[in-house]
């Protein structure tokens, strides 16, 4: 199809409208994966709930709809027209919605994964109190149901970065997966290089890794404090 002529390759839009908001001023901000602080990239008036944004991009990345006076809402834009909508008096996830692809996949797999943290939670404070009671029997069962769930858990987060088709949800999936160790999250890097290889963001975490393994094995009279 036919691009408008104001609309330039690597360029896209944010259409938003924000429920029960008063009016504000709008920033659009770039995250990225060196630590560094969020970049504003373009601000605007909201209007009766309403407002746009517009940014260059020339690749997939993490961005953020900062409101002046509500809670930002973290973004890919994996289109150049994305549509945005939520209500200020509802923050969940499941009432918040950007019309792409790679949102839906993040959005999914944020409720998914807190839910099984919860659920991790509360039977491993199962375990504990069962454990005071000194029954071997009660505490096993206990223990072999923390076991399935935290199982299902990194299986869950491992299968996922494998299968997005997004690099930027991989990456964000990518900074819960500790757990999984440092040689899983190694190995995990290494796929998504081949599976991504036009991607400066998965290079940029690669890069990073390295480097900090690479400091914790230097001796310490080498590192910088």
Avoid at 19 to 46: C, G, H, R, W, Y
Avoid at 173 to 192: C, F, R
Wanted: hydrophobic fraction near 35%.
């Amino acid at each position: 199809f036919s691009c408008s002529s104001t609309h330039h390759k690597g360029s896209f839009v944010v259409n938003g409208h924000l429920q029960n908001a008063s009016d504000q001023k709008v920033f659009l901000e770039q995250i990225t994966f060196n630590q560094q602080p969020p970049q504003v990239i373009d601000t605007a008036e909201m209007k009766r709930g309403k407002f746009e944004l517009n940014a260059l991009a020339p690749e997939e990345g993490l961005y953020r709809i900062r409101f002046e006076k509500n809670a930002g809402y973290i973004f890919i834009n994996d289109d150049d027209r994305i549509d945005f909508a939520a209500d200020a008096n509802d923050s969940t996830l499941l009432s918040t919605k950007f019309n792409t692809p790679a949102n839906a996949s993040l959005s999914n797999f944020i409720i998914t994964l807190d839910s099984l943290h919860t659920l991790l939670i509360r039977e491993d404070r199962n375990l504990r109190d069962i454990q005071q009671e000194n029954n071997d029997s009660l505490t096993t069962g206990a223990q072999n149901k923390f076991n399935a769930t935290n199982a299902w858990y990194k299986s869950f987060l491992h299968n996922y970065i494998d299968t997005t088709k997004s690099p930027v949800a991989a990456i964000f999936a990518l900074s819960y997966a500790q757990e999984l160790g440092m040689d899983t999250v190694k190995q995990m890097l290494v796929s998504l290089n081949k599976k991504f290889p036009k991607s400066t963001r998965v290079v940029e975490v690669t890069n990073q890794l390295y480097q900090i393994a690479t400091l914790k094995h230097l001796p310490k009279s080498t590192q910088r404090p």
